[in-house]
């Protein structure tokens, strides 16, 4: 294994220089810091991040904890988001998965505090209200895709309400005027405050709201969920008789073409199909390719990043937007 000393040797520099350079010192003359880059590439010296941990007062190491992300494609972003910033300031991210079932929040803190960690990142798999430890007053902590109740840390959610009056008031500006919304469950916030997006989109462009209907096709708790969209969809189409249809989630625009298709009708022409997510490649494999609003969670994952690295304390509650991705389905 290459050594920090023989890097100094072939460099022709003192083992101080090359320590300096490693992390990142700006004192360093340019001359010399050329020569210790080109001889750790020539040499493929890796530095030990175990060692520089243990020499620095701060670790480097910003905890994220992910409570139950793994679950859902699209919400990989929120790490990858923060894992982007991570590399360009020379901070190693620590993913901790964790779940009611098996691992514990407790757990996730105490392990990221026996290495050290500068800041933590709480991340929900959806938006909802968190309830967290009190371990975690102990260190600056960000909450990305939920709140606390107490409203004691910073934090960022997605902007529902905007999004479903966005994409609504798309769908009215391409002629929709007849739309039904299947709604996600009605028990979660997602749903409650997209519904209210909707429903302005209508009001803002003076459409009569016997022209809307919403229904959430998802019941159940959290882990137990069970969906009816297909058989409302079909009935709905049938008997409401919209010229357009958004969907809470990808998924269930899946099954609502199926159900377009099996009545005999086309998507993008006969009726118009509009979602939420953005969910990995669903979008583009549908024919047509969907319309979707697609989730902030990389922003939401930079954002939480940056609140650490600048050290802000005030626990404000931000929104970020979702990115309307129009494609043929409407």
């Known amino acids: 294994m290459v050594t920090i000393k023989d890097v100094a040797a072939h460099a022709g520099v003192a083992f101080k220089t090359v320590s300096r350079v490693v992390n990142n010192d700006p004192t360093v003359k340019p001359k010399n810091r050329e020569k210790v880059l080109k001889a750790i590439e020539e040499l493929g010296y890796r530095p030990n991040r175990a060692a ?148 302005q989109a209508f009001i803002n462009a003076n459409i009569n709201l016997d022209n809307l209907l919403v229904e959430s096709v998802i019941f159940g708790e959290e882990n137990n969920e069970r969906s009816v969209t297909r058989s409302r969809a079909e009935d709905i189409i049938k008997n409401f008789k919209p010229d357009a249809i958004l969907c809470g989630q990808d998924p269930m625009a899946v099954e609502v073409y199926f159900v377009v298709q099996a009545l005999g009708l086309k998507v993008g022409k006969d009726i118009g199909v509009g979602s939420f997510d953005d969910w990995d490649i669903i979008p583009t494999l549908l024919q047509p390719e969907l319309t979707t609003m697609a989730l902030p969670h990389y922003e939401m994952g930079q954002w939480a990043f940056n609140c650490l690295l600048e050290e802000r304390t005030e626990p404000v509650k931000e929104t970020a937007r979702f990115t309307l991705n129009s494609r043929q389905s409407f």
């Open 52 to 199: 520089q941990m243990t020499r620095r007062k701060k670790s480097g190491v910003i905890g994220f904890i992910a409570d139950e992300l793994l679950r859902v494609p699209y919400t990989f972003d929120l790490i990858r988001g923060a894992q982007d910033l991570a590399w360009k300031h020379d901070k190693e991210l620590m993913v901790l998965n964790v779940n009611v079932n098996k691992y514990s929040v407790e757990g996730a803190v105490n392990h990221l505090f026996e290495h050290r960690v500068e800041g933590i990142i709480y991340a929900a798999m959806y938006h909802r209200e968190v309830s967290l430890p009190l371990q975690f007053k102990e260190v600056p902590t960000v909450l990305a895709n939920c709140y606390d109740s107490s409203g004691r840390y910073p934090s960022i959610v997605p902007d529902e309400k905007e999004a479903a009056r966005e994409i609504t008031a798309s769908l009215i500006g391409k002629g929709y005027k007849r739309i039904a919304f299947l709604n996600l469950n009605e028990n979660i916030i997602a749903a409650k405050l997209r519904k209210e997006g909707v429903q």
